[in-house]
């Protein structure tokens, strides 16, 4: 009942920048915090950014000053812009939310797809 749907990724070169977007739909009562994840190829997945229900904002060192998390309550979506990007930061990203859905009283995780993500040298 509940969908998230990441887009923007792709390829990009080292040093330019990416904006990627999620879209949750569905049965949704709420939304609490939202975040994006990463798994680069042959390592765990890592948190990137996450961000409240009021806008508070929360970045690891690796990607601090270079990416920012937003998002838009009334449409239910999360973005991550990715600026002066490195070799290191291509991987496979993930869009996920902390929602409660309609008629229900658990907050449960939701991940969407993922998209690939590639910094070239």
């Known amino acids: 009942q509940v969908q998230l749907v990441e887009s923007g990724g792709g390829l990009v070169q080292a040093g330019g920048s990416l904006r990627l977007s999620c879209a949750a739909s569905?049965?949704?009562?709420?939304?609490?915090?939202m975040a994006w994840y990463r798994q680069p190829p042959g390592k765990q997945r890592e948190l990137v950014a996450t961000i409240t229900s009021d806008g508070n904002t929360n970045y690891p060192d690796s990607v601090k000053g270079r990416f920012t998390i937003s998002r838009d309550n009334a449409k239910n979506t999360v973005s991550l812009q990715m600026n002066s990007l490195k070799p290191e930061d291509t991987a496979v990203y993930y869009c996920?939310?902390?929602?409660?859905?309609?008629?229900?009283?658990?907050?449960?995780?939701?991940w969407g797809q993922g998209t690939q993500v590639t910094v070239s040298s």
């Open positions: 569905g049965s949704i009562f709420s939304i609490r915090t």
């Open positions: 996920n939310a902390q929602i409660q859905i309609l008629l229900g009283t658990l907050v449960n995780n939701y």
